[in-house]
T-cell receptor, first 110, second 116 residues
Framework: KQEVTQIPAALSVPEGENLVLNCSFTDSAIYNLQWFRQDPGKGLTSLLLIQSSQREQTSGRLNASLDKSSGRSTLYIAASQPGDSATYLCAVRNNYQLIWGAGTKLIIKP | GAVVSQHPSRVICKSGTSVKIECRSLDFQATTMFWYRQFPKKSLMLMATSNEGSKATYEQGVEKDKFLINHASLTLSTLTVTSAHPEDSSFYIC????????????FGPGTRLTVL
């Protein structure tokens, strides 16, 4: 059974720092992995999607990597800003289903 | 991009009443829609998969008579929480997969349900 774990559960860093969020999964047989952002009381915004054949995806200050063999993905945020404060969720896709991590709550201090 | 809406965004109801939440795909047809429940500081829990024109497939532990799902058209799925109790209070999120693209999923903004 696929399990997705995100570490740390919460992270607080000063503005301007680069940071890395981690996601690990137990079954490497995935179709893709996706990173989402969720603001308090809001729905989900898709940030990056990495297909199983890809190693990384970039969008602006965000870079997501995927290492299927080790069951790990990282989300790198460069030059963090207070507006980046949110909960970041990763999800892997198996057989048309998304399996979710519990998220990392990120706070960027001005 | 593809947009999914949910209505209402927030609802407060008395214990024992039923509440209906709508999920609409605004600019695409969705053969499949998904309903999730999110508890504070927890991951999203898939409740059921809703296929247009057929009965929903419920995940283990989700009461189908408690959470009624109807997917009567390619753009609308509804979740009805029947005889709601305070423990049903949660954040409910729907998502929709475009017809012909089952590996894509677009999410609604969520509905906050509070049962008094």
């Amino acid at each position: 059974k696929q399990e997705v774990t995100q570490i740390p559960a919460a992270l607080s860093v000063p503005e301007g720092e680069n940071l890395v969020l981690n996601c690990s999964f137990t079954d490497s047989a995935i179709y893709n992995l996706q990173w989402f952002r969720q603001d308090p009381g809001k729905g989900l915004t898709s940030l990056l999607l990495i297909q199983s054949s890809q190693r990384e995806q970039t969008s602006g200050r965000l870079n997501a990597s995927l290492d299927k063999s080790s069951g790990r993905s990282t989300l790198y945020i460069a030059a963090s800003q207070p507006g980046d404060s949110a909960t970041y969720l990763c999800a892997v896709r198996n057989n048309y289903q998304l399996i979710w991590g519990a998220g990392t709550k990120l706070i960027i201090k001005p | 991009g593809a947009v999914v809406s949910q209505h209402p965004s927030r609802v407060i109801c008395k214990s024992g009443t039923s509440v209906k939440i709508e999920c609409r795909s605004l600019d695409f047809q969705a053969t499949t829609m998904f309903w999730y429940r999110q508890f504070p500081k927890k991951s999203l829990m898939l409740m059921a998969t809703s296929n247009e024109g057929s009965k929903a497939t419920y995940e283990q532990g989700v009461e189908k008579d408690k959470f009624l799902i109807n997917h009567a058209s390619l753009t609308l799925s509804t979740l009805t929480v029947t005889s709601a109790h305070p423990e049903d209070s949660s954040f409910y999120i729907c998502s929709a997969s475009p017809s012909g693209a089952p590996n894509e999923q677009f999410f609604g903004p969520g509905t906050r349900l509070t049962v008094l």
